[in-house]
């Protein structure tokens, strides 16, 4: 899980940072966005990893630092000697329910299953986030996790949830900021459950910048 950031590390001045997004989740630039941070995409082109780890906090741990590493290969020369603090972001979440995970969908049919089974019971959402600052070749980690509770629904209302909200691209086939109705309980971080959890990045790159 994540560490607070230190008592004695300083705010950091998010008008003088710059920061990489290393996706191409529309839902992930929105929360920067709304959260005043300057960045750009630069989705990964990796290929992410069967789950090889006992966790699933490993296995979302991984896959950001596969997504972070496959595009800092790709562009840190182009950082060499760069004033300007840059650091890049990637991300990785799943849903998980006693130790199996639901990913995206494979089709509507699996995504009602999907549904139907987390409904009316507490699973987690975790979200695994990489960071590399590219003005001191350093890297950091961090994992969140958070519960949450979807209303129990029947076939005919799922099926309508189906028409508002495409599921095939959310794992556990749903989308919090696009269907909080169907939520009926949520302990710990919003942003965590839309993709990228905001308190935690912030507190790690307050700790990463201060190094």
Not at 29 to 54: C, V
Request: charge should be negative.
């Amino acid at each position: 899980m994540t560490s607070p950031s230190s008592p004695a590390s300083k705010p950091f001045d998010r008008e003088s940072l710059r920061l990489i997004l290393a996706s191409q989740s529309p839902r992930r630039a929105n929360l920067l966005q709304q959260a005043g941070y300057t960045f750009e995409t630069i989705p990964s082109q990796a290929e992410e990893k069967e789950a090889e780890f006992h966790t699933v906090e490993e296995v979302v741990m991984e896959n950001a630092a596969i997504k972070g590493r496959d595009v800092v290969a790709r562009i840190r020369s182009g950082f060499a000697g760069a004033e300007t603090p840059t650091v890049l972001v990637a991300a990785d979440t799943l849903v998980a329910m006693k130790g199996k995970v639901y990913p995206k969908p494979r089709d509507l049919d699996e995504a009602h299953h999907f549904l139907s089974t987390l409904g009316g019971r507490y699973h987690r959402v975790y979200t695994g986030v990489y960071l590399y600052h590219f003005n001191c070749d350093r890297e950091a980690q961090l994992v969140d996790a958070t519960r949450v509770m979807l209303r129990k629904m029947e076939t005919a209302e799922i099926q309508k949830v189906f028409e508002l909200v495409n599921p095939l691209d959310k794992a556990g086939a749903y989308g919090y900021q696009d269907s909080e109705w169907i939520v009926s309980s949520l302990i710990g971080s919003e942003t965590n459950v839309i993709g990228l959890p905001m308190e935690a990045l912030e507190a790690a790159l307050t700790k990463l910048l201060a190094n």
